[in-house]
C-alpha cells in the first residue's frame, strides 16, 4: 500500500517559480516511476514529466520541458517538481502518481501506467 500526498501549490505570478512536492508513505519509491500530471478546468489530464527512481532518468511533457524539474530525496522518499518561468496556462490542479513496476518499454505519459495517485495541489499563476 502506497499512499502520496502533494504540497507546495499556491497562487504565483506569471514568471515565477514554485515548487511542489510529492511524499510517499507505506513503501518506498526505490523500484518505482513516479509521475507528475495536472488537470487544468474543461482540459484533458496532461503529462508533466517523471521519474525512474532507481537510475533518476527524467522525461517531460513538451509544454513543460525546458521549465520543470523532477528530483528526488532518498531520505525523505520524496520527488519534487520545480516549476520555473510560470504561465498562467499552467494552471491546474498537480498530481503525483506511482508506478510500482516501470517497463523496460516506458510509457510514461500514460495515466493508466501508474497504481497509486495523490490528491492533487491547486496552483494557480496570475498574469
Known amino acids: 500500500q502506497v499512499q502520496l500526498a502533494e504540497s507546495g501549490g499556491g497562487l504565483v505570478k506569471a514568471g515565477g517559480s514554485l515548487s511542489l512536492s510529492c511524499a510517499a508513505s507505506g513503501r518506498t519509491f526505490s523500484s518505482y516511476a513516479v509521475g507528475w500530471f495536472r488537470q487544468a478546468p474543461g482540459k484533458e489530464r496532461e503529462f508533466v514529466g517523471a521519474?525512474?527512481?532507481?537510475?533518476?532518468?527524467?522525461v517531460y511533457g513538451d509544454s513543460v520541458k525546458g521549465r520543470f524539474t523532477i528530483s528526488r530525496d532518498n531520505a525523505k522518499n520524496t520527488v519534487y517538481l520545480q516549476m520555473n518561468s510560470l504561465k498562467p496556462e499552467d494552471t491546474a490542479v498537480y498530481y503525483c502518481?506511482?508506478?510500482?513496476?516501470?517497463?523496460?518499454?516506458?510509457?510514461?505519459?500514460?495515466?493508466?501506467?501508474?497504481?497509486?495517485w495523490g490528491q492533487g495541489t491547486q496552483v494557480t499563476v496570475s498574469s
Open positions: 521519474i525512474r527512481w532507481s537510475t533518476g532518468h527524467t
Open positions: 502518481a506511482a508506478d510500482s513496476d516501470p517497463l523496460i518499454r516506458w510509457y510514461p505519459w500514460i495515466p493508466a501506467e501508474y497504481e497509486y
